[in-house]
């Protein structure tokens, strides 16, 4: 150092600590005396916004100032009123981010702790983050708040739907699992695209534990949020067991086979001695949709029929077959000479008069031929007959819905559809088919013009009712397009149908800690979107494996198998 | 002037070039008095909140920077200018009525597809995987997806070493060439037009990847026949 140099220091040094001794008192004087007296260079103008500052404070600046380049102590002096640990969080985030909104750490005074911890780390990753946001996070209790955060904190972009979010605190958030799908479904992420072998063996496994859990060889119907897994329901027991016996030849898995035929002898176990099954739940519905007096229900014994004749096919023996026919016995008192389900109306449903019972009259059919009883094949007859006369030159079906309002869900549209088509194939009837065929091939086009968006409800003329997804009426028209398009060598149609595959795929959640959640797929989507809202049913379960291993015979029609 | 006709499209050009763009420069040729164009910009954020007009060459010709070519003040515009044909340059906009209406004889636009056999997204993958011949259509665009009157139609030739990226391609160059044709007939009174019924055709979509394959199949199966 040069002598001119050496003197300039020296002067400055003094100026400094006459400065300092002049304007600052102790304990600060003796700090910035020592800090002078070492050589640092000290910026007067700057040390005197110290001089109101509380002792830990102001060391915390000190320090700051001299470790920090460009460390704004104008700003920290507006953290000054904030109580501990806000302040020295504020002074913190003020140290990484100079330009800080010091005013977005005002906004974090009346959150709690961790919350607001967490939030000024959040805040020290992004200090562009709108703190309002946060504030709407606030109130929700944890561990929802903290998985919110990081998903909102991620995605500053994000509007949070309050009312949304207050609806999901009541779904026991609290569970691992449910936020993340709850979430995945508010930004629309989609899980991972992988092969159709893995989705189908996730749904046959969530299948198997639905039914392990119940402990009677019916599948629970759903894994509520609010009420964790539901009692086992023998309608849809009895469609799933056929569809555990094609994903067993898929996968080569005897277990799949095993526990269709626990099915099937537990529906033999609760047959009513009407021959019917019961509507509803096989015990108390926690949710209340389902009465405790459950009479035979036409729709629920025409599935477990169906239940019962592929178990008969598989096994031979005759006592699943004589099931079907004390059944259908029931069956074909329930149909009116005009060929209308009268009675065995399931009490959930309002519709008086209800044209997705084709399924139903597919039962008697299949029964009928097996059997020979000519009576069950002029019943379903006399309703596939009436049913066909519902249809409009649009392929829009009256009376498909479980309400008398005209907008049915896509699941029953899809049932209607169904069943015209598995009656049609077995008795050759044409007729059937192409009602059917009409039906899917318009429900194809109003998803298409929809950039592949299908609605959970429509109205007559096909105009969508709804935002939301009815996830397993999705699930159900893949399979039918997928299954149309090959019969009649409809390539567009086949496409629709394995899109739609791709998207159910993008559905299910294949890692998700929870059981109920993991492998199976929800009511609607969004998971809060107006259908067995917050549940993953066992019917759409059922019916995504069906479309799986439709898809799966599609693709090699196709000339295109992996 | 004979009559005006009207370009509509979506250019990133500077405001000075539009009229060199290709498509106007094939109008042009063909002898189409070019009265305007109405533009706006891919970036929605560069587009003015009300429609901005400006003749950049001093020359009549005016340039119609909107916002969205359906808009109020757009067509508001436009019928003002009192167009005799609109060309749709091309893209994804529907186009609606009260703007179709603006001029009298209508809205021109390509497809990449036979009318009305062939209509929607992926026209030429589909063309090909349903043994349609590959095709550009001129039609008059009406409210529906590729129902509007079928004004000309023309085969795209097929060369060995084809892939659907170099049929788009001349596509592209045939459906330019081929509205400037039309506009020009149609300004002269001689091209009518032929009416679609709706049903005649099927609107298709986004092809599935399996189809996409099965469609790169068919494809080089027909250029081994050729």
């Known amino acids: 150092m040069g002598r001119a140099t050496l003197l300039a220091s020296a002067v400055r040094v003094v100026r400094n600590l006459r400065t300092i001794a002049r304007e600052f008192d102790d304990p600060l004087r003796s700090i910035l005396v020592g800090l002078a007296a070492s050589g640092r260079e000290l910026e007067v103008e700057r040390l005197r916004l110290l001089k109101p500052f509380d002792a830990p404070f102001r060391n915390q600046c000190l320090a700051l100032m001299m470790g920090v380049p460009g460390f704004n102590v104008e700003k920290a002096v507006e953290l000054l009123p904030l109580d501990e640990p806000l302040r020295t969080q504020g002074l913190t985030l003020l140290a990484s981010t100079p330009t800080l909104d010091v005013q977005s750490v005002f906004a974090l005074y009346h959150f709690d702790e961790p919350f607001r911890s967490q939030c000024v780390t959040w805040l020290m990753k992004d200090p562009t983050i709108d703190v309002a946001q946060f504030r709407l996070l606030q109130p929700c209790p944890e561990p929802i708040r903290q998985q919110a955060l990081a998903v909102v904190a991620g995605r500053p972009a994000l509007e949070v739907d309050a009312a949304r979010l207050e609806v999901f605190t009541h779904h026991r958030p609290e569970i691992p699992g449910h936020a993340d799908v709850f979430f995945k479904d508010v930004l629309k992420v989609d899980e991972r695209l992988r092969d159709d072998e893995v989705h189908l063996r996730a749904a046959v496994e969530w299948l198997l534990h639905s039914q392990a859990v119940t402990g009677t060889g019916g599948f629970a119907a759903a894994y509520s949020f609010k009420d964790g897994w539901l009692p086992p329901y023998p309608e849809t027991t009895g469609y799933i067991i056929p569809t555990l016996w094609d994903a067993s030849a898929v996968l080569g898995d005897e277990r799949l086979g095993a526990a269709a035929l626990a099915a099937a002898e537990w529906e033999l176990a609760i047959q009513l001695p009407s021959g019917g099954i019961q509507a509803g739940y096989w015990g108390a519905d926690p949710q209340r949709f389902w009465s405790a007096e459950s009479g035979p229900a036409a729709f629920n014994t025409g599935q477990v029929v169906l239940g019962w004749n592929r178990a008969y096919q598989e096994t031979g023996e005759r006592r699943f077959l004589e099931a079907s026919v004390r059944g259908c016995r029931f069956l074909a008192e329930c149909v009116d000479e005009a060929g209308i389900f009268r009675r065995g109306l399931s009490p959930g449903p309002t519709n008086p008069t209800r044209a997705y019972y084709t399924r139903v009259a597919y039962a008697l059919a299949w029964t009928g031929r097996v059997t020979g009883e000519a009576t069950f094949e002029a019943v379903a007859r006399r309703h596939l007959d009436w049913v066909v006369q519902q249809q409009d030159a649009d392929g829009w079906f009256r009376h498909a819905g479980f309400q008398d309002d005209e907008t049915p869900l896509t699941h029953t549209m899809a049932y209607t559809a169904e069943g015209l088509l598995a009656a049609g194939e077995l008795l050759e009837e044409e007729r059937y088919v192409a009602a059917s065929a009409r039906h899917v091939v318009a429900a194809a086009a109003a998803c298409e013009r929809r950039g592949l968006f299908l609605p959970a409800r429509f109205t007559a003329g096909w105009k969508a009712v709804d935002e939301f997804c009815c996830v397993p009426g999705n699930a159900q028209f893949a399979w039918l397009w997928c299954r149309h398009g090959r019969r009649t060598g409809d390539v567009a149609l086949v496409n629709t149908g394995l899109k739609m595959v791709d998207w159910l795929k993008q559905r299910q959640a294949l890692d998700n800690v929870e059981a109920g959640i993991r492998g199976g797929l929800p009511g609607a989507w969004p998971i809060d979107g107006g259908y067995s809202i917050y549940s993953y049913v066992n019917w759409a379960a059922k019916y995504f494996a069906d479309a799986l291993v439709e898809a799966r015979v599609a693709r090699e029609w196709l000339d295109d198998a992996r | ?226």
Not at chain 2, 126 to 151: E, H, K
């Open chain 2, 1 to 226: 002037m004979p009559g005006s006709v009207w370009v509509l499209g979506t250019f990133d050009q500077p405001t000075g070039a539009l009229f060199d763009v290709d498509l106007m420069r094939w109008l042009s040729g063909a002898g189409v008095p070019l009265a305007g164009v109405v533009f706006k910009r891919s970036n929605a954020a560069h587009n003015p909140r009300a429609p901005e007009a400006s003749d950049p060459h001093g020359d009549g010709r005016t340039c119609l920077h909107v916002r969205h070519f359906n808009d109020e003040g757009t067509v508001a515009c436009l019928r003002a200018f009192a167009p005799d044909v609109l060309v749709y340059a091309g893209g994804r906009d529907i186009l609606r009525r009260s703007l179709l209406e603006t001029a009298r004889l209508g809205c021109i636009g390509g497809h990449y597809g036979q009318l009305p056999q062939i209509r929607g997204m992926g026209t030429v993958e589909w063309s090909v995987m349903l043994g349609v011949p590959p095709t550009v259509a001129i039609q008059r665009i009406s409210p529906g997806i590729d129902t509007g009157d079928i004004l000309l139609q023309a085969r795209v030739p097929l060369v060995a070493g084809d892939t659907f990226t170099s049929i788009r391609d001349r596509s592209y160059f045939l459906t330019k060439t081929m509205l400037a044709m039309a506009a020009r007939r149609m300004l002269d009174g001689e091209l009518a037009g032929t009416p679609q019924q709706p049903a005649a055709g099927r609107q298709y979509f986004r092809l599935h990847p399996v189809l996409q394959r099965r469609a790169e199949r068919a494809l080089r199966q027909l250029l081994a026949e050729l």
